[in-house]
């Protein structure tokens, strides 16, 4: 089943195509063959694979049906010490906190717009001799692979 429409306009996807799309936004569990809990052992609509969906699905087990944080934890393929970064991910943000964020650094710190579109309509040369160029036009000391990086973009 790849996208039929059921009534009421709701829309059935398949498997497949479900974990394409989870997988394009970053959202697919990471532990998802640790996940045991019985609404996820019949498939269909509970997807293990479904990071947010599992998030949730355990901080329910345990807020509304009495289950030890470390027990639901556990069946939902995380850590007790997880569990309660997701707690705290729930109540800062609702929903938005299930879907979590990249760990680190978004990008080069040092590599303005004006720098990056520099780089990009520099003549072709060295990344070393590039980086050295906007260390004297803009202040600004680059690796010269942060140089190559970005004029590859």
């Known amino acids: 089943m790849t996208g039929t429409t059921v009534g009421a306009g709701v829309i059935m996807v398949g498997e497949a195509s479900r974990l394409a799309a989870l997988e394009q936004a970053g959202l697919v569990h990471p532990r998802a063959d640790a996940v045991t809990a019985p609404l996820f052992a019949a498939g269909g609509f509970f997807l293990a694979a479904d990071k947010v969906q599992v998030k949730y699905e355990m ?77 004297d036009r803009f202040g600004v000391a680059l690796h010269r692979r942060t140089v190559e990086r970005a004029r590859a973009r």
């Open 59 to 135: 901080l329910r087990a345990h807020f509304a049906g009495g289950e030890p944080a470390a027990r639901a934890a556990a069946v939902h393929g995380y850590s007790r010490a997880a569990f309660y970064l997701v707690v705290t991910a729930f109540a800062d943000a609702g929903m938005a906190g299930l879907a979590g964020e990249r760990r680190g650094r978004r990008g080069p710190v040092k590599l303005r717009p004006e720098i990056a579109e520099f780089i990009r309509s520099a003549p072709a040369g060295s990344g070393a001799a590039l980086a050295a160029q906007v260390a």
